[in-house]
């Protein structure tokens, strides 16, 4: 029998598939309505519920939090359920880190990141986990220190290159170029016993410190996974349904997506104060702190840090928070919107300026079903847990559903960090590409009234669209497993590390994420 050449299929079946994202229908009544409903006094009410409380994947304020979401959703009316799952989660149990060298007596660092005075949640802080990073090795190392700039394998290449020895010391690295689950893996991989991460006031302090201005203060400390994975480390690629087999705790820790050495995260003022006692040859220009930093060098000693982390690997609870408005035309294709809950910290901006956004948006979709909208397919709002540790409760839920979001899913819309400061961030897979910048045309710039968030975007120095190539964020399973078009998109590219949030850029996102579901794909 005669074959179809099987590429005029493909190509008309994508453009069937994709028409509707390219071609964009004139604005109508329920596009401008929802565009009209924002509210700042809305999102804001939900920013301040969800982050009340430190609220780390696995512990009671997570879960509070997650009944916020919950009942939000269920009082709109939409169908919407709990999925938990028992995974792998990281908590620090005991820390500790002292300096010395020849002729100097030991000194121990807090480990602590201060208060200011006056700070109106420094109760609450003293919730705020300990700072640590998860699923470092528990042991302890005492060795002289070698500095690795950013713990990049050209780094140690270069250190090679000079003759500094890292095998048995503690290696100490600053974050900025490379994952940190990266920076302690090249380090073990160049034989360290032990790494240190500081935040290098250079890369993170441009500006004025909390609490006078949005940076770094001396005491901040970068918390975080060094888990080089995703999804659950005890179901590596198939979902943490009950019952199901996984491997042991112990055979996952073994892996060479785990770290496999003690390793802790310190402030800038820690990581200067280790470095004013690192002596040898002074490090290159581009290995240098920013101005009053001491002169970096490149060790080995002779300052000794003696540094210890025991911490637990345990089976958690963790909740993905799944909310569904079924569609009119085409109620098995599904749009999903994704953003996760858990935080290392309160999450203000990471992630629960998104979370507040998708509250905001779920209640303007409220409102149109109430003038008896729907739309045309079936939009899917997820709320995830456990980002922080390894994008694993997205993860989880695409590997249970792997099937069904394969052959249903239209697009996967991601939001983590919603708001951290001004200017436009988007990245997406191409397909997505022209759709993001005819939603951003119609989406007002709330700080300019004559100008567009397209406007807005171009001008800023964000303006191409990056990719999803990496992990980064819940998108990663959708893509990455299972081939789904996505969007990842933030406001406040330049302020990601900034403390502060611009609450009144809060109606951006959800005005972006509408206008991405419903304007183009002709939900109305
Ligand atoms: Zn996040």
Redesign the pocket.
Known sequence: TARLHPLPLLVGALFATYYHLLVAPAPSYYQSLFLSLGSNDTAAAHLRALTVRPHLAGTEANALAADHVVSTLSSLSFPTRVTPYEVLLSYPVGRSLSLSAPGRDATAFALVQDTYPGDPYAAASAEVVPTFLAYAASGSAAAEVVYANYGRREDYAYLASRGVNVTGKVALARYGKVYRGDIVKNARDAGAAAAVIFTDPKDYTPGKAFPDGPWMPPTGVQVGSTFKGVGDPTTPMWASSEGCERVSVAKAMSTHDMPGIPALPVSGRDGEEILRLVGGDVAPEDWQGGDGAPVYRLGPGPAVLNLTYTGNETIATIQNVISVIEGKEEPDRYVILGN?RDAWTFGAA??NSGTAALLELAQRLSKLQNKGWRPRRTIILCNWDA??YGLIGSTEWVEENRAMLTSRTVAYLNV??GVSGSGVDASATPQLDELLKQASKKVQNPDNGTESLYDLWMASDSSLIGRLGGGG?DYSAFVQHIGIPSVDMAIGSGLFYAFFICLCSLSYIPEMFCCLHLTDCEFF
């Open positions: 996760h990471d992630p980002e922080e983590d960090v964020s």
